[in-house]
């Protein structure tokens, strides 16, 4: 077939073939990495999200501590009814607040759990 290259048809229409399959092939694993991609990406996102909601007892005094006298109250207790709830074990010294020795020495995690009292 040495005039069918002249008229516009390929030379080996084989290779043709192979390139469209390779062609569909190449976009089947970009789509496949993208998707992992942004899989990875959402994960990584709700995990940071799931670690900066709670970084520890100390966390919660820092963001219950309204009127920043180092101590939870009673008062600044009621944004948080977990804590509310512990409220009573948690203060040791029954003087109506809670330091962070005493929220440390329970080990209170900040969803609602004395893990060691």
Same mark, same amino acid.
């Given at each position: 077939?040495?005039?069918?290259? /002249?008229? @516009?048809?390929?030379?080996?229409?084989?290779?043709?073939?192979?390139?469209?399959?390779? &062609?569909? !092939?190449? #976009?089947?694993? &970009?789509?496949?990495? %993208? %998707?992992?991609?942004? /899989?990875?990406? *959402?994960?990584?996102?709700? !995990? /940071?999200?799931?670690?900066?909601?709670?970084?520890?007892?100390?966390?919660?005094?820092?963001?219950?501590?309204?009127d920043q006298d180092g101590f939870i109250s009673i008062k600044e207790a009621i944004s948080d009814t977990e804590l509310l709830r512990?409220? @009573? #074990? %948690?203060?040791?010294? &029954?003087?109506? #607040?809670?330091?962070?020795?005493? *929220?440390?020495?329970?080990?209170?995690? @900040?969803? @609602?759990?004395?893990?060691?009292?």
């Open positions: 077939m040495p005039g069918a290259s /002249a008229v @516009g048809w390929p030379s080996n229409p084989v290779s043709s073939i192979d390139n469209a399959n390779t &062609e569909d !092939v190449m #976009k089947r694993i &970009e789509k496949l990495f %993208l %998707l992992l991609f942004t /899989a990875a990406v *959402i994960q990584t996102i709700v !995990v /940071a999200n799931a670690n900066a909601e709670n970084k520890g007892p100390l966390d919660i005094i820092s963001k219950l501590d309204v512990q409220f @009573g #074990k %948690l203060d040791v010294n &029954e003087d109506g #607040k809670l330091s962070d020795r005493e *929220i440390l020495a329970s080990q209170f995690n @900040g969803r @609602g759990k004395i893990l060691q009292s």
